[in-house]
């Protein structure tokens, strides 16, 4: 039973250039939640979505960011017009809802040149 | 919102030693709290966790106490090895925020031999 699939690992984007970033969550697993990690520091919530709908994105800067998680594919999460301040790991984790443990994938680095 | 604070952010043990790692919350209305420990490179794995009916867990080496009325938790590793170096965090969730996680800045443990 494969993890939560993030991809890509790394991704390289110069200042202005769009970012998107995958996630597939678990097997059976309809919630999926975005974490942004800065160096150093902790996990933020970014967003909570469940299949086609976004539960709570308080978390996400309102410009030049967007998620979303369709009824087939993975869950992605988009950043547009990226600057150096984007740069940072962001992970993904999944859930099949209530108080049942999140399961995160191994992140994806993102570096703003 | 939810606000955790986690103690010690960085501890430093002999191995064999015990450690321990403190937070604290602040929404009465959290009832979940699990620990994950994150390695280099890697996504935070989840390692233990506790629900508010119960005050106490153990498995293993690892354990973790839960005192409502003072809303705090505490982790503790007995036994360390060096393979339990990794930052280490707590994070605290309810209903309300639909189980997203609000995580605790980490503990970096080193273990020395």
């Known amino acids: 039973n494969a993890g939560v699939m993030q991809n890509p690992r790394h991704l390289v984007r110069r200042r202005g250039q769009e970012a998107r970033l995958r996630c597939s969550p678990m097997k059976g697993h309809s919630h999926v939640y975005w974490y942004r990690q800065l160096p150093e520091e902790g996990l933020k919530f970014m967003v909570y979505?469940?299949?086609?709908?976004?539960?709570?994105e308080s978390g996400m800067p309102k410009e030049r960011f967007s998620a979303e998680f369709p009824k087939e594919g993975p869950s992605i999460l988009r950043i547009q017009q990226v600057v150096r301040g984007d740069s940072a790991a962001y992970f993904c984790?999944?859930?099949?809802?209530?108080?049942?443990?999140?399961?995160f994938g191994n992140g994806t680095r993102l570096t703003v040149t | 919102g939810e606000n955790v604070e986690q103690h010690p952010s960085t501890l430093s043990v002999q191995e064999g030693d015990s450690a321990v790692i403190k937070c604290t919350y602040s929404?009465?209305?959290?009832?979940?709290f699990p620990w994950y420990k994150q390695e280099l490179g890697k996504g935070p794995q989840l390692i233990i966790d506790?629900?508010?009916?119960?005050g106490e867990k153990k498995d293993q080496r690892i354990a973790v106490t839960l005192n409502k009325t003072a809303k705090h938790f505490s982790l503790h590793i007995t036994e360390t090895q060096p393979e339990d170096s990794a930052v280490y965090f707590c994070a605290a969730s309810s209903s309300n925020s639909g189980y997203a996680l609000n995580f605790g800045k980490g503990t970096s443990l080193l273990v020395t031999p």
């Open positions: 506790i629900r508010s009916n119960v």
């Open positions: 984790a999944s859930s099949p809802g209530g108080d049942t443990p999140l399961h």
């Open positions: 979505l469940q299949k086609e709908n976004i539960i709570d």
């Open positions: 929404d009465s209305a959290s009832n979940y």
